[in-house]
């Protein structure tokens, strides 16, 4: 059975059409047939006996639950009960987190089954999933190629049909990205929308989770449950009343083209496909604007100071004592923290954790720093600006289609695929990834929206994924 939009799925199990069972069971026969693509690192072997108990409960007449019976995955930096909790990291090799993030109990509380983890860069550092301690996760639609990243296994076990939908987590596009390499719908909600309690901290400032889906209903639905404060979570902010999307009017709705993300260094088979969806749209009687943002160019340098520095800070704490693998045969404190930090992180992590070091060192502080926070404060303005002309910017999710695994070696190029994404989340705000048709790999098209525009951003999105 191919999987039906969330809402019909849960009335079916809910009128004893199909059991929680059969749902989990299915989840867990696609994972074992496409173990070769490597989207999950681990399956949760209690998933079928909380299914069981569900079918147990409906068979009572207890019927309740928004999500009754839905298999689903998590990114392996949420902590969950049933599975180690690994970040795709060496470091936290056999860490059971000792409690669950708060997405995960939302979900399990409407009746969600978590049926495994899945594969990322490791800390989700990266844009491919090769960062992974565990190996690559393969782009269901070409197995030479990427996934995207760092939520790539996630974004591939949707396209490959393991469950309905997945957890990710997007810091500087790592939801986006791999939605548009696989072919799915991504979704990053504005800032502190939705509680971060229980996911393991990259860079606090952008750090935000979100769905990754069949389509742009589902994303609707799922932040319906998600969203809101959370006393666990000090960033998270006021919720709208619902987020189940409804259609909105494309006609005299204004589109804004950042002409930078449509000029040079994108791909031509990208630019053309997006081009063809702005010419639907214009069809349509959305009217096109084309919109100057200079300053979203100077994103990639700020994030690749502003991220490195709230990396530094919050991968202190894996220093071999409280947390995974403890180094062994260490000496002394400082060869215990030399010897787990050295041998337990990857390349990536390193890398950061010198730079973010160095830029918040005495004396290069206001050099770097100091200075990528200024960039970023005229980067929100920048937005700001550009939402009081238009209701929505659009544009392609990255600049190429899914790369060869092994093709981009240096760190910079691999920062790239970032440059459309990364803005959105120094200034907050939420946006999407869409499939948009091609004749061959998959292409995202991006949309983006005001802060605290979540509701208005899905509606349009309902409308534009109906339309193309
Ligand atoms: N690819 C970006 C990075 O490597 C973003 C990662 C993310 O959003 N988690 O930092």
Redesign the pocket.
């Known amino acids: 059975m191919v999987w039906d939009k969330l809402p019909e799925l849960v009335e079916k199990v809910r009128a004893g059409e199909v059991s929680a069972v059969s749902l989990v069971q299915q989840s867990i026969d696609k994972a074992k047939e496409s173990e070769d693509y490597h989207a999950l690192l681990e399956i949760n072997n209690q998933a079928l006996e909380q299914a069981k108990s569900i079918d147990e409960r409906i068979a009572k007449g207890e019927k309740d639950g928004a999500l009754l019976g839905i298999p689903f995955v998590a990114k392996d930096n949420f902590l969950t009960h049933h599975t180690k909790t690994t970040a795709a990291s060496k470091l936290l090799d056999n860490f059971q987190a000792p409690y669950q993030a708060t997405a995960i109990e939302k979900l399990e509380a409407e009746g969600a089954i978590m049926i495994g983890k899945a594969n990322l860069?490791e800390f989700?550092?990266?844009?491919s999933t090769e960062n992974s301690a565990y190996g690559p996760t393969k782009n269901p639609h070409d197995k030479s190629r990427v996934p995207g990243?760092?939520s790539g296994g996630s974004a591939a076990a949707v396209a490959l049909g393991i469950v309905p939908f997945a957890l990710g987590?997007?810091?500087?596009?790592?939801i986006r990205?791999p939605a548009s390499f696989c072919g799915v719908v991504g979704y990053k909600p504005t800032y502190g929308l939705v509680s971060r309690y229980g996911v393991i901290a990259?860079a606090s400032s952008t750090d935000v989770i979100g769905p990754i889906t069949r389509n742009v209903s589902d994303s609707g639905y799922l932040l319906d449950i998600l969203a809101g404060q959370d006393p666990l979570d000090s960033t998270t902010i006021e919720r709208e009343k619902s987020y189940q999307s409804k259609a909105h009017n494309l006609k005299g709705l204004k589109v804004g083209i950042v002409s930078e993300h449509m000029g040079e260094g994108v791909d031509s088979s990208v630019k053309a496909s997006i081009q063809s969806a702005i010419d639907k749209l214009k069809e349509a009687g959305a009217e096109i604007v084309e919109i100057d943002m200079e300053l979203n160019e100077l994103a990639l340098a700020a994030y690749y100071v502003i991220?490195p520095a709230e990396i530094s800070s919050n991968l202190a704490r894996y220093d071999g004592v409280k947390y995974g693998v403890s180094a062994e045969n260490a000496g002394d404190l400082l060869e215990t923290y030399l010897k787990f930090r050295g041998e337990g992180f990857g390349e990536e992590p390193i890398r950061r954790i010198l730079t973010g070091t160095f830029v918040l060192s005495s004396g290069y502080q206001d050099a770097y720093y100091k200075q990528a926070q200024k960039v970023r404060t005229q980067i929100t303005e920048e937005y700001a600006r550009a939402f009081e002309k238009v209701d929505v910017l659009i544009g392609p999710t990255a600049p190429t289609p899914p790369f060869k695994l092994g093709e981009k070696q240096d760190p910079l190029s691999m920062?790239l695929?970032?440059s459309m994404t990364?803005a959105t989340?120094l200034a907050g705000l939420p946006a999407i990834s869409l499939p948009v048709a091609t004749d061959d790999l998959p292409v995202g098209l991006h949309l983006q929206g005001a802060q605290r525009t979540d509701k208005k951003l899905l509606d349009i999105a309902m409308s534009v994924e109906d339309l193309l």
């Open positions: 860069d989700a550092h990266g844009s990243g760092s987590t997007d810091t500087g596009g790592s990205l990259m991220a920062y695929s970032d990364i989340n």
